[in-house]
């Protein structure tokens, strides 16, 4: 034969190595990839929680009362696509929490922030603590 002739291409033993190495890669990416977009929707609840702690603070600058009649906090709760705001409170004191929407990621997840700046973590994977927003996987703060 001559070499004009010749057939040129991939054996099937090179295709699979790189099939493997492919899904060798992939096995590791993904995992890391949605934890970090797992976390941007953590953080993007806290400032939230953030944003809304200013705004009370303001409400009571104005009103005197952190609440606006009976238990209703006075400031609207925005509306998040992974997260449920919400706040509890009364004239002197309050309680706002992001809670994970169920049939996300993020479910499960809770943060809350209280009228003291204080930080809690009362539910997801990642772990609970009575003194911070836990935002890793491992326990740490965020």
């Known amino acids: ?65 952190y609440v606006s009649s009976g238990t209703t906090c006075g400031v609207a709760m925005p509306t998040q696509q992974f997260f449920t705001m919400s706040c509890t409170g009364t004239a002197t004191t309050y309680t706002l929490t992001a809670t994970g929407k169920s049939g996300t990621d993020m479910n499960g997840f809770v943060y809350t922030l209280d009228q003291q700046n204080t930080r809690k973590t009362t539910g997801g994977t990642y772990g609970t603590s009575t003194t911070c927003w836990i935002g890793k996987k491992g326990g740490a703060c965020l």
């Open 1 to 65: 034969m001559n070499r004009s002739s010749r057939t040129r291409g991939f054996t099937l033993i090179e295709l699979m190595i790189t099939v493997a190495i492919i899904g060798i890669l992939a096995s590791i990416a993904l995992p890391a990839y949605s934890d970090y977009v797992r976390r941007s929707k953590i953080s993007e609840a806290t400032s939230v929680l953030s944003d809304l702690r200013v705004r009370m603070e303001q409400f009571y600058q104005d009103n005197r009362s």
